[in-house]
C-alpha cells in the first residue's frame, strides 16, 4: 500500500514558477513509476509528466521545456518544477503512483492517488 500527499500548490501570475511536492508511503517507493497529472473544471484529468524508477522522465507536449518531474528515494518524494506558467495551466494538480515497471500516460492505470493541490495562474 501506498499513501501520497501533495503540497505547493498556489496563486501565481503568467510567468511566474511554482514547485509541486509529492510525499510517499511505503517501503518500496524507490520501484514505483511515478507520474503528475492534472484536471481543469470541466475536463479530463491529464497526463503532465512522469518519472521511472530509474530516472527516465516523461512529459506532456504541452509543458515539455517549461515543467522538469524529478524524484529524491531518500527522501519518498518525487517534485514537479513548474517554470514559464501560463494561465492554461491552471488546474489542480495530482500525484499518483504506479504498482507496475511502466510510466503510463493514462490516469487509469495508476493505482495510487493523492488528493490534489491547487494551481492557479492569473493573466
Known amino acids: 500500500q501506498v499513501q501520497v500527499v501533495e503540497s505547493g500548490g498556489g496563486l501565481v501570475q503568467a510567468g511566474g514558477s511554482l514547485r509541486l511536492s509529492c510525499a510517499a508511503s511505503?517501503?518500496?517507493?524507490?520501484?514505483?513509476?511515478m507520474g503528475w497529472f492534472r484536471q481543469a473544471p470541466g475536463k479530463e484529468r491529464e497526463f503532465v509528466a512522469g518519472?521511472?524508477?530509474?530516472?527516465?522522465?516523461y512529459y506532456a507536449d504541452s509543458v515539455r521545456g517549461r515543467f522538469t518531474i524529478s524524484r529524491d528515494n531518500a527522501k519518498n518524494t518525487v517534485y514537479l518544477q513548474m517554470n514559464s506558467l501560463k494561465p492554461e495551466d491552471t488546474a489542480v494538480y495530482y500525484c499518483?503512483?504506479?504498482?507496475?515497471?511502466?510510466?503510463?500516460?493514462?490516469?487509469?492505470?495508476?493505482?495510487?492517488w493523492g488528493q490534489g493541490t491547487q494551481v492557479i495562474v492569473s493573466s
Open positions: 511505503g517501503r518500496t517507493f524507490s520501484s514505483y513509476p
Open positions: 518519472i521511472s524508477w530509474s530516472g527516465n522522465t
Open positions: 499518483a503512483a504506479d504498482d507496475s515497471r511502466v510510466v503510463y500516460t493514462t490516469p487509469r492505470f495508476y493505482d495510487y
